[in-house]
């Protein structure tokens, strides 16, 4: 089934498919975040200038990867009525929804612009590009948004589509996809490496096209801005506890005032896919967040180790204490985000740093393993559970029950402990992010040490 290599394979393919545009002096728009690597070969193989074009989808409650609608720049909104009718979705849950996803559009196009203007599309050929199509809602309101900036003539260009969706198409002047494979599923399985795209790693391909431009082409925004801009961090780093080096990966979104420290299970590292894509929705909310191990390579297989909640909560902290030195100046707010036993290390940690810290967030976590400890931790904590994960729900009432602070125990239908079904780390995903987005405030930091 797998058709592409990566993103990048994908946008030189799909470029191929477009040299009848060479002289058209057309824009190339590139839908956030996958559609960025996509459309950066695209641009680069017509020598055409390339900007972002931000829409959001609106997911369908308590199925968020089912879109409902979507949304775009200037007010736009494309809705399916059919759906909401047949899954009974009421107005008020719908503009919620909109409500929500319009804070996070307003920020992400501010953030990979790095506060320059939009391409004028005036009286231009646009050539909209993402990593794929499903099922058209986010790319009509995409259409729309550049008809509504003034295109004079809009394609649709994507790696891969449902054969159906493509060929019903009719908001865009041409539409232009490499494969419609006959029984289509999602876009990921035809990608060998789709891993997400970070807001940094899309930021410097915008960067790279807007250097790479020619002398006079049309993007307003070069002359008028230096191309080098504060697109925020993204990198690996390493932190020191108690005299151990442990690998950790730190994002930090230009503006950031909070970073979320992510503790992981047994088993699992920085590299974790579940939490990287945790992560990456919050870093659509101008998050930080620092990926961090535990234990190292060697200490991995001490079950002991694995278990013993002090040891690891004392490493969080150490790597608390870390990111407040990093960006003195910047990080005001703290969140914890732990997964299985790095729940209990999480928690652990929060009772012991105090308003330090202001929020946590268990997915699928061990919060008996801290049980001792629980009555002391003040952040408003959430407790995410999938339904078919009976004894960890168990686990988390008995923890709930125990807690002094604002707690909620959230359960996932038909999610299993790793919430590998159909949309519930989309759920977990969208959960953490408002968790977070609502609780973590400007924090006191510690005076004359840790409490």
Same mark, same amino acid.
């Given at each position: 089934?797998?058709?592409?290599?990566?993103?990048?394979?994908?946008?030189?393919?799909?470029?191929?498919?477009?040299?009848?545009?060479?002289?058209?002096?057309?824009?190339?728009?590139? #839908?956030?975040?996958g559609?960025?690597?996509?459309?950066?070969?695209?641009?680069?193989?017509?020598?055409?200038?390339?900007?972002?074009l931000?829409?959001?989808?609106?997911? !369908?409650?308590?199925?968020?990867?089912?879109?409902?609608? +979507?949304?775009?720049?200037?007010?736009?909104?494309?809705?399916?009525?059919?759906?909401i009718?047949?899954?009974? !979705?009421?107005? %008020?849950?719908?503009? +919620?929804?909109? %409500?929500?996803?319009?804070?996070? #559009?307003?920020?992400? *196009?501010?953030?990979?612009?790095?506060?320059?203007?939009?391409?004028?599309?005036?009286?231009?050929?646009?050539?909209?590009?993402?990593?794929?199509?499903?099922?058209?809602?986010?790319?009509?309101?995409?259409?729309?948004?550049?008809?509504?900036?003034?295109?004079?003539?809009?394609?649709?260009?994507?790696?891969?589509?449902a054969?159906?969706v493509?060929?019903?198409?009719?908001?865009?002047?041409?539409?232009?996809?490499? &494969?419609?494979?006959?029984?289509?599923?999602?876009?990921?399985?035809?990608?060998?490496?789709?891993?997400?795209?970070?807001?940094?790693? +899309?930021?410097?391909?915008?960067?790279?096209a807007?250097?790479?431009?020619?002398?006079?082409?049309?993007?307003?925004?070069?002359?008028?801005?230096?191309?080098?801009?504060?697109?925020?961090s993204?990198?690996?780093?390493?932190?020191?506890?108690?005299?151990?080096?442990?690998?950790?990966?730190?994002?930090?979104?230009? *503006?950031?005032?909070?970073?979320?420290?992510?503790?992981?299970?047994?088993?699992?590292?920085?590299?974790?896919?579940?939490?990287?894509?945790?992560?990456?929705?919050?870093?659509?909310?101008?998050?930080?967040?620092?990926?961090?191990?535990?234990?190292?390579?060697?200490?991995?297989?001490?079950?002991?180790?694995?278990? &013993?909640?002090?040891?690891? *909560?004392?490493?969080?902290?150490? +790597?608390?204490?870390?990111?407040?030195?990093?960006?003195?100046?910047?990080?005001?707010?703290?969140?914890?985000?732990?997964?299985?036993?790095?729940?209990?290390?999480?928690?652990?940690?929060?009772?012991?740093?105090?308003?330090?810290?202001?929020?946590?967030?268990?997915?699928?976590?061990?919060?008996?393993?801290?049980?001792?400890?629980?009555?002391?931790?003040?952040?408003?904590? #959430?407790?995410?559970?999938?339904?078919?994960?009976?004894a960890?729900?168990?686990?988390?009432?008995?923890?709930?029950?125990?807690?002094?602070?604002?707690?909620?125990?959230?359960?996932?239908?038909?999610?299993?402990?790793?919430?590998?079904?159909?949309?519930?780390?989309?759920?977990?995903?969208?959960l953490?992010?408002?968790?977070?987005?609502?609780?973590? %405030?400007?924090?006191?930091?510690?005076?004359?040490?840790?409490?």
């Amino acid at each position: 089934m797998t058709r592409f290599v990566d993103r990048s394979d994908a946008g030189r393919q799909l470029a191929r498919r477009l040299e009848h545009l060479r002289h058209a002096d057309p824009v190339v728009l590139a #839908l956030p975040r996958g559609g960025v690597p996509v459309a950066h070969e695209v641009a680069a193989s017509l020598g055409a200038p390339l900007d972002v074009l931000a829409v959001r989808k609106l997911g !369908v409650p308590v199925h968020p990867e089912l879109a409902m609608g +979507a949304i775009g720049e200037g007010g736009a909104r494309v809705l399916d009525p059919a759906l909401i009718r047949r899954l009974r !979705v009421t107005e %008020q849950q719908v503009e +919620a929804a909109e %409500q929500r996803e319009r804070e996070v #559009l307003a920020a992400r *196009g501010a953030r990979l612009r790095a506060g320059r203007p939009p391409v004028d599309l005036t009286g231009r050929t646009v050539v909209i590009v993402d990593d794929g199509m499903a099922t058209g809602a986010t790319a009509r309101v995409a259409c729309q948004v550049a008809r509504a900036r003034g295109a004079s003539w809009v394609v649709l260009a994507v790696p891969v589509a449902a054969a159906k969706v493509a060929k019903g198409f009719a908001d865009a002047d041409e539409v232009v996809v490499v &494969d419609t494979p006959p029984h289509f599923r999602a876009v990921g399985l035809h990608y060998a490496d789709f891993r997400p795209t970070t807001d940094a790693e +899309a930021a410097r391909l915008l960067a790279d096209a807007r250097r790479r431009a020619p002398s006079g082409a049309a993007d307003p925004v070069t002359a008028d801005h230096p191309v080098e801009s504060d697109v925020g961090s993204d990198s690996d780093v390493e932190v020191v506890a108690e005299g151990v080096v442990l690998g950790a990966h730190l994002t930090v979104p230009a *503006g950031a005032e909070a970073v979320v420290l992510f503790a992981h299970g047994s088993g699992s590292s920085r590299h974790s896919p579940r939490n990287r894509f945790v992560a990456s929705s919050l870093h659509d909310v101008g998050l930080g967040t620092l990926l961090l191990d535990l234990l190292t390579a060697d200490e991995e297989t001490d079950r002991a180790k694995v278990f &013993d909640i002090p040891l690891l *909560g004392r490493r969080l902290l150490a +790597a608390t204490d870390w990111v407040l030195a990093q960006h003195r100046d910047t990080i005001t707010g703290l969140g914890y985000f732990g997964a299985s036993t790095g729940a209990g290390a999480a928690l652990y940690a929060a009772a012991i740093a105090g308003d330090r810290v202001g929020a946590v967030v268990s997915r699928g976590g061990r919060p008996d393993l801290a049980m001792e400890w629980l009555d002391r931790v003040t952040a408003p904590t #959430l407790l995410i559970v999938g339904s078919r994960d009976p004894a960890v729900i168990t686990l988390n009432e008995e923890a709930r029950a125990r807690m002094q602070c604002p707690t909620r125990l959230a359960v996932v239908p038909g999610a299993t402990h790793l919430f590998t079904e159909p949309g519930a780390l989309e759920r977990v995903a969208q959960l953490s992010r408002d968790w977070f987005s609502n609780h973590i %405030q400007t924090v006191p930091r510690a005076t004359g040490g840790r409490r």
